[in-house]
Nanobody, 124 residues
């Protein structure tokens, strides 16, 4: 079955960095666009970053552009989210997602598979 397993979350001070990783199994990884979303309790899950199947193109939410970087390694079947200059507003559960669609996908409904999430907490 399809599994997306996130890792790398934790507690960090404002201005610090974390690197999230998502390992995929059960899918032909290079045939899926990948994305990262985040969610705070009581709020909707929101798009953070997306990457195309080949990794040639990326997109970011305005709130993280210039601070976060998404990348993928198709040989290792992983997608990563490098998060720099973290701020308290970045505190959330972070979720990896896979989409069969072509291109950059930024909507929740555009993704077919989801991981269980990893918590990121940024203290001020």
């Amino acid at each position: 079955q399809v599994q997306l397993v996130e890792s790398g979350g934790g507690l960090v001070q404002a201005g610090g960095s974390l690197r999230l990783s998502c390992a995929a199994s059960g899918i032909t990884f290079s045939s899926y666009a990948m994305g990262w979303f985040r969610q705070v309790p009581g709020k909707e899950r929101e798009f953070v970053a997306g990457i195309t199947r080949s990794g040639a193109s990326t997109s970011y939410a305005a709130s993280v552009k210039g601070r976060f970087t998404i990348s993928r390694d198709n040989a290792k079947r992983t997608v990563a989210l490098q998060m720099d200059n973290l701020q308290p507003d970045d505190t959330a559960g972070y979720y990896c997602a896979a989409s069969r669609r072509v291109g950059l996908i930024s909507t929740l409904s555009g993704y077919d598979y989801w991981g269980q999430g990893t918590q990121v907490t940024v203290s001020s």
